[in-house]
């Protein structure tokens, strides 16, 4: 038994607690059952199809039990799944599938018109559908079978995922996730959050982003906790379903917690189990952070990225609102430093690149070492984040390099206005781009969105403005919208703001 395989650990350990239950179908298994999937299904494609360790295998899915077999199987095999947005076009699908070199793909029927036609799809060798997977378990667990095994050797290095970040690229980037990232962003997110094999929660994030899968997914298969399977996010329901399972710990983005906050449901609601919420992505605004508060649900923020965790950083629920506005303290296992230009450690107070040591680094990004040396540098991860950090060690994101902006030579840091704007009662969102300018060289355009049934002028907004920051910092253009673009992961879609100016 190699000692990355969580599953067969538990099945020794507790085998008849139940690991997963999916809420549309009802169907739940034990962590025993899915030890024995996982050696199924890689003796499977092991000895039928010939994959071997480091071999990969995408899939385009929603969550549902099958992706947890995979998972099991990866841990089992030491091949590598390769999850695919399935928001993304045909073209996007092709270039990813193309790029990884995969031998074999999972596909629920659902996504089987997308990529049917891809040139990539076509030459792959192994092909399956989720359903057919599912048939596979379901009979496996019913005639029981003489157990199926595949020895293999897995090393920290070996990677068990490829993800795919979009970025200023013309291409995205295949980031690998290894087998040891994995055990440190467990252990580093078990001593921050306190999990036992006791809790519970709900995972309906995207099953192709590393926060579905490395926020609270995996920390809970190596700690042996419960996880409700949920296919999307539907603010009345995960209310429902939060209470119902009584869970206790749950992770979300911020627009999440607003819609849930805004839902009739929310008064309703009885969420006394939730020792607090984690909130990831973007910071939350104290408005929202009060709302759950009062409802006596406390919150945690963090911080992390695909490349690095993601759980690197944490704030304590007793600071949410004496440090609002921060990311907290860094996790237990990192180093980090803030540098400027020059890359020197710049002092508390004062902005810098946040750069970051851990064995939750990422050996860099699949056949692309020229990204991979422009951001990891004798093992420092280099983020793109501007950062600060107080006296007392609590950071405070500013923005990503990229998206600061020159007005007058002055940098401005579009984070740091949003926040200030946001705090405008008829506020509802707002997220800023720097565009040309003729006289500045670049300054501010904010794209608002007002709390429905509040009307706000540019004149108004600009004066409040003008009361609270430097008047550089002020955006030029103001441009009402009735909502802002968000990417798969609910952050503002920023690209897209520039697409549309």
């Not at 119902?244 to 710990?249: F, G, K, N, Q, S």
């Not at 040591?357 to 004798?378: F, L, M, S």
């Not at 949003?418 to 720097?434: L, W």
Request: glycine share 6%.
């Amino acid at each position: 038994m190699n000692s990355f395989d969580w599953f067969a650990k538990w099945a020794i350990y507790n085998p008849f607690r139940i690991a997963f239950k999916e809420f549309e179908t009802d169907r739940e298994y034990s962590y025993s059952q899915f030890d024995r999937m996982g050696n199924y299904f890689a003796a499977l494609i092991h000895h039928q199809h010939g994959f071997v360790k480091g071999d990969r295998l995408a899939v385009i899915s929603d969550n549902n039990m099958e992706y947890i077999v995979l998972f099991a199987t990866a841990q089992k095999l030491g091949i590598t799944l390769v999850p695919l947005n399935y928001r993304l076009t045909p073209a996007e699908l092709d270039f990813i599938i193309s790029d990884a070199d995969v031998k074999g793909i999972v596909f629920e029927d659902k996504y089987y018109e997308k990529i049917r036609n891809l040139d990539s799809f076509k030459v792959i060798p192994f092909k399956m559908s989720v359903e057919e997977l599912k048939h596979i378990n379901d009979e496996n667990l019913k005639k029981k079978p003489a157990p199926m095994h595949v020895a293999v050797e897995l090393h920290g290095d070996d990677p068990i995922f490829i993800l795919y970040t979009s970025g200023t690229t013309a291409f995205p980037k295949g980031a690998l996730y290894t087998h040891k990232m994995l055990f440190w962003n467990s252990i580093n997110t078990e001593l921050r959050l306190d999990i036992t094999s006791n809790d519970v929660s709900i995972n309906c994030a995207p099953p192709f982003h590393t926060g579905g899968w490395n926020v609270l997914l995996t920390p809970f298969i190596h700690h042996g906790a419960y996880t409700l399977i949920m296919r999307g996010f539907d603010a009345e329901l995960i209310l429902e379903m939060l209470e119902l399972e009584r869970a206790t710990i749950w992770w979300a983005v911020p627009t999440m917690l607003k819609m849930m906050a805004d839902s009739p449901a929310f008064a309703k609601a009885r969420l006394s189990r939730l020792r607090y919420l984690v909130v990831g992505g973007e910071s939350l605004p104290i408005p929202v952070i009060e709302m759950w508060h009062r409802k006596g649900v406390l919150i945690r923020q963090g911080y992390g990225l695909t490349e690095v965790g993601p759980n690197v950083t944490s704030l304590d629920q007793k600071d949410a609102t004496r440090k609002k506005g921060s990311i907290g303290t860094m996790n237990f296992y990192y180093e980090a430093k803030l540098v400027n230009d020059k890359g020197l450690e710049v002092p508390a107070g004062e902005a810098g690149e946040l750069l970051l040591k851990a064995p939750t680094v990422t050996p860099g990004y699949w056949k692309n070492a020229k990204a991979t040396a422009e951001t990891i540098e004798d093992g420092w991860f280099h983020t793109g984040d501007l950062m600060k950090k107080d006296l007392e060690g609590y950071y405070y994101v500013l923005d990503r390099i990229k998206n600061m902006y020159i007005s007058g030579g002055e940098n401005v840091y579009p984070a740091e206005v949003e926040h200030m704007i946001r705090q405008h009662p008829d506020v509802s969102e707002v997220a800023i781009i720097g565009v040309p300018d003729e006289r500045w060289g670049e300054a501010g355009k904010a794209f608002v969105v007002v709390k429905r049934g509040e009307k706000l002028s540019r004149e108004l907004l600009a004066a409040y403005c003008l009361e609270r920051i430097a008047k550089y910092k002020i955006p030029k253009h103001f441009e009402f919208v009735d909502n802002l673009p968000k990417n798969d992961a609910g952050k503002v879609d920023r690209k897209r703001l520039r697409e549309i100016h």
